[in-house]
């Protein structure tokens, strides 16, 4: 089965700082994997995607992550954090079943400290 | 989110009442989805179709039924409303396969 998850449902970092969110993930079949935020009272906003080209994939806003399948991991990264990035983030990947529906994982709210 | 609508954006049921969430979209994709998301576990499929006039279910689809009349419109009905199903409620849709989810913007559910 395909699952998801992310290590960390709280993280805190200072502006300026290194942005690190965790995902690893579970699956039998090459993963389309993706990241999402959410900002209060919003939908969720597509980051970036990974869908078997680059393993390294730039998103919006200076957010990438490297999709590493040695380790079934793909780590959301940003170099320095800014205060309008204070929001939930969500790692998902594409199942295989029920219309190519999105496994996510329970989020990470990140908090930025001025 | 542009191309993707949903209303009610606020709602408050009294148990056992029912109500239709809407969702339309003007992008023309095949796909569409209903998650609801919940503290703490991300977001669950509820209902989804692959095309106009096809509907299946998905992770939690008890107490829901959907409706795909067209191809632009997607509404979630929720027939006796239970406090479980307090929720916020997502649509999404989709083009190809290997192609994003696009979200609305929610509609936040409370059942009391």
């Known amino acids: 089965a395909q699952s998801v998850t992310q290590l960390g449902s709280h993280v805190s970092v200072s502006e300026g700082a290194l942005v690190l969110l965790r995902c690893n993930y579970s699956s039998s079949v090459p993963p389309y994997l993706f990241w999402y935020v959410q900002y209060p009272n919003q939908g969720l906003q597509l980051l970036l995607k990974?869908?078997?080209?680059?393993?390294l994939v730039k998103g919006i806003n200076g957010f990438e992550a490297e999709f590493k399948k040695s380790e079934t991991s793909f780590h959301l990264t940003k170099p320095s954090a800014h205060m309008s990035d204070a929001a939930e983030y969500f790692c998902?990947?594409?199942?295989?079943?029920?219309?190519?529906?999105?496994?996510f994982g329970q989020g990470t709210e990140l908090s930025v400290k001025p | 989110n542009a191309g993707v609508t949903q209303t009610p954006k606020f709602q408050v049921l009294k148990t056992g009442q029912s109500m239709t969430l809407q969702c339309a979209q003007d992008?023309?994709?095949?796909?569409m989805y209903w998650y609801r998301q919940d503290p703490g576990m991300g977001l669950r499929l509820i209902y989804y179709?692959?095309?106009?006039?096809?509907?299946d279910k998905g992770e939690v689809p008890n107490g829901y039924n959907v409706s795909r009349l067209n191809k632009r419109e997607f509404s979630l009905r929720l027939e006796s409303a239970a406090p479980s199903q307090t929720s916020v409620y997502f649509c999404a849709i989709r083009d190809l396969s290997n192609q994003p989810q696009h979200f609305g913007d929610g509609t936040r559910l409370s059942i009391l």
């Open positions: 179709s692959a095309s106009e006039g096809t509907t």
């Open positions: 992008m023309n994709h095949n796909s």
């Open positions: 998902a990947v594409r199942g295989y079943n029920q219309g190519g529906k999105l496994i």
């Open positions: 990974y869908t078997s080209a680059a393993t």
